[in-house]
């Protein structure tokens, strides 16, 4: 028992010491300095109210330098790798090349995600509930806890979320109208944002589709045949 503790122990050592080699490459390869001074442990952590993790950085890093190839090579050689489609990454690249390495970069567009998200819920149930119906909803979304948490970090949910939710406020555009174009043009933008959820955590991205098919069929004040 002893033995498989500490050799569990020295392979969490390991893989914290290549965590923070790999994060430190990675930075260097963006010409910049460190987030936050240095890696948090494996996970990376490098900010005080938010975090942005080491591989995510990293990737975030090399891609935003690469001009060109970033997007779709974040590293020479294809040298780092994620697990994860490329959406979410795109936009912290984009920050990263505007305003430099950092957690703020790297956290402030999960934050903006956040506002998105509350606003486009207070204008959805706005509009077929009133002011006050769209506020009480917009605050529950701010309140909740699991929200509070997600736009704190680098991960794809901030946008998936935020992407999702823009796909059920066209669909609330295109329920109300009773003008057929008026109304393909917001389920086509409905599609496309889905589509841009399915590039941002795959699946996860369609869990929304049925019921958002549902509600129009339902729901819908012009057929779209």
């Known amino acids: 028992g002893e033995h498989r503790v500490a050799v569990g122990a020295e392979h969490g050592r390991r893989y914290a010491t290549a965590m923070a080699l790999e994060y430190r490459q990675g930075c260097a390869i963006a010409g910049a300095p460190e987030p936050g001074g240095a890696v948090g442990g494996a996970s990376g952590s490098v900010a005080p109210t938010g975090s942005a993790t080491g591989s995510g950085a990293v990737t975030v890093a090399s891609g935003a330098t690469l001009a060109g190839q970033g997007f779709i090579a974040p590293a020479a050689g294809n040298a780092i790798t994620v697990d994860k489609p490329p959406a979410s990454l795109w936009v912290m690249a984009l920050s990263v090349r505007l305003f430099g390495l950092s957690s703020w970069?790297?956290?402030?567009?999960?934050?903006?995600?956040?506002?998105?998200?509350?606003?486009?819920?207070?204008?959805?149930?706005?509009?077929?509930?009133?002011?006050?119906?769209?506020?009480?909803?917009?605050?529950?979304?701010?309140?909740?806890?699991?929200?509070?948490?997600?736009?704190?970090?680098?991960?794809?949910?901030?946008?998936?979320?935020?992407?999702?939710?823009?796909?059920?406020?066209?669909?609330?555009?295109?329920?109300?109208?009773?003008?057929?174009?008026?109304?393909?043009?917001?389920?086509?933008?409905?599609?496309?944002?889905?589509?841009?959820?399915?590039?941002?955590?795959?699946?996860?991205?369609?869990?929304?589709?049925?019921?958002?098919?549902?509600?129009y069929l339902v729901a819908a004040r012009f057929s779209l045949k």
């Open 105 to 215: 970069s790297l956290l402030v567009p999960q934050a903006l995600m956040g506002v998105g998200t509350v606003g486009l819920t207070y204008g959805a149930v706005r509009r077929w509930s009133g002011h006050a119906a769209g506020l009480l909803a917009g605050l529950i979304v701010t309140m909740t806890p699991v929200a509070a948490l997600m736009f704190r970090f680098d991960n794809p949910d901030a946008m998936l979320v935020l992407l999702m939710t823009a796909a059920a406020y066209a669909v609330v555009r295109a329920v109300e109208t009773t003008r057929g174009r008026v109304a393909l043009r917001w389920m086509l933008g409905a599609g496309l944002l889905i589509g841009f959820a399915f590039l941002t955590k795959m699946l996860q991205g369609l869990l929304v589709l049925p019921g958002l098919g549902l509600a």
